[in-house]
């Protein structure tokens, strides 16, 4: 299922790529622990890079599912892991119907790279990347049969959001940025596979849930704890799970720094 023409060494289009490419992280780590920073990173530039092509959340996090996927199905070092997301930003723009222009998508990832400087030349290099993403795009497509489409928590959580909000005092909600770090916290969980090993509704669950208590924020209590009134399928046991996996990610976070 490999096309050849997909198969871009780190080399390649070598003043895009950041140096050092996949060898960003201490060679006396596990292999495991070293790839875990490399999609960290990459979804980070997934994430920025979204931003600057004004994307808007729902594609982006459509994106890091994509290229996680794909990375669960191919080694990290048969493939150059920042062309593989630049093809998921321009895969996931059709998905979710934002369509981004490849040469957008060249051009942000090369300045995100290449601080300061100007827009690429339309040379036979540009053509070249042109062409690697496309064809990735279809590497893509392929390993993944063409099954790229995704349930996402954000509907979730943003049906979550209204129904706590409605239990409690306008005042109690004003006062404490709940909605803003439940969507932030949200977002993060898209650098590691969290996002694709978890059902979406449990992510959303567990990111108003870490938000809520994060500030001290209670709700009225009923027969039922209010997750279970709003996620029948929730366990107290998958909240923690999925808290424990974020919190990794930030401990990753740092490491990465």
């Known amino acids: 299922m490999e096309g050849p023409s997909s198969r871009v060494p780190s080399t ?15 060679e006396t780590e596990s292999d ?3 790839d875990m920073k490399t999609h960290f990173r990459v979804c980070r530039f997934i994430m920025e890079t979204g931003v600057k092509l004004g ?14 996927h794909f990375f669960e199905r191919v080694n990290i070092h048969a493939y150059e892991p920042y062309l593989v997301a630049m093809s ?20 942000v990832s090369h300045r995100y790279f290449n ?14 990347l042109r062409d690697s993403v496309v064809q990735c795009e279809l590497l893509i ?26 239990l409690l005092n306008r005042h109690a909600w004003s006062r404490t940025p ?8 949200l977002r993060d969980c898209y650098h590691g596979t969290m996002c694709i090993h ?3 509704q449990h992510i959303a669950i567990a990111t108003l849930y870490l938000a809520l208590n994060s500030y001290g924020v209670e709700l009225p209590v009923g027969e039922r704890q209010w997750w279970q009134v709003l996620c029948e399928d929730v366990t107290e046991a998958d909240i923690d799970t999925v808290i424990s996996d974020l919190l990794q990610l930030y401990d990753m976070e740092a490491k990465c720094i």
Not at 12 to 26: A, M
Not at 88 to 107: F, P, S
Not at 141 to 164: A, C, G, I, M, T
């Open 12 to 26: 390649q289009h070598g003043g895009l790529w950041p140096s050092g490419g996949r060898d960003l992280c201490e």
């Open 32 to 34: 495991p622990a070293r």
């Open 55 to 68: 994307m808007r959340s729902v594609p982006v996090a459509t994106a890091c599912v994509l290229y996680h």
């Open 88 to 107: 998921c930003v321009y895969l996931a723009g059709k998905v979710e119907e934002q369509h981004i222009r490849t040469r957008d998508i060249i051009n």
């Open 115 to 128: 601080s300061g400087s100007p827009p690429l030349e339309c040379d036979k290099e540009f053509w070249d």
């Open 141 to 166: 497509l392929r390993q993944l049969n063409f099954h790229v489409s995704f349930e996402s928590p954000h509907k979730y959580l943003l049906h979550y959001l209204l129904s706590v909000r409605a």
């Open 178 to 185: 709940v909605a803003e770090t439940s969507w932030a916290l």
């Open 198 to 200: 978890h059902k979406p």
